[in-house]
């Protein structure tokens, strides 16, 4: 795979994660992971644990769950980095209550000047029901927009369900 910026989508446990992290190690560069969750309970923990134990030896983590000028000055031209996820990234910034149109645009200016290969990881919540309360509903559609945005940027969309690749924009 190659292409300055993937973006990888699907829903929830559908193998999203497990087919960026094969597409990064197939790119023979560097491996760094920036890691957007932040632990706030065991839940999370067990999760990020998981995570590790799947990606295996060989990656340099970036923990960072905002900024994305943190993160870009440690991606050279050698590396490819996997951003983990673009969900959790607006998550943080929604439960913050950051202006969200702001964040976004400075994610899309960092990822543009990144001197690297960047894969990034989103889930599609655009699928499922209505949620019930305002907050959700708020997510989903800041999710969707986000979603938007970073497909509109891509050289490369490939949309995953059940562990199957179905690209929507480039090619594999």
């Known amino acids: ?3 300055r910026v993937t973006v990888i ?6 193998g999203k994660s497990a087919f960026a992290e094969q597409a990064c190690v197939n790119t023979g560069k560097n491996r760094k992971y920036w890691a957007t969750s932040q632990i706030l309970d065991q839940e999370m923990r067990a999760k990020v644990d998981r995570h590790i134990l799947q990606r295996g030896a060989g990656w340099q983590t970036i923990e960072e769950p905002f900024h994305a000028s943190l993160v870009m000055p ?3 031209h050698d590396d490819v980095l996997l951003m983990d996820c673009a969900t959790m990234w607006l998550t943080n910034h929604l439960l913050a209550d950051h202006d969200l149109a702001q964040e976004t645009e400075a994610l899309l200016e960092a990822l543009a000047a990144c001197a ?24 989903r559609e800041a999710q969707g927009r986000l979603n938007i945005a970073l497909a509109a940027q891509a050289d490369r969309v ?4 059940a562990g199957l690749p179905l690209v929507l924009k480039g090619a594999l």
């Not at 989508?9 to 559908?14: E, H, K, R, T």
């Not at 490939?158 to 369900?161: M, R």
């Open 9 to 14: 989508l699907g829903g929830a446990a559908s």
């Open 1 to 3: 795979m190659s292409g």
């Open 158 to 161: 490939i949309l995953v369900a």
């Open 116 to 139: 690297g290969e960047v894969v990034v990881v989103s889930n599609e919540t655009g699928l499922g029901i209505v949620p019930e309360n305002a907050l959700a509903r708020r997510f």
């Open 74 to 76: 440690h991606v050279g």
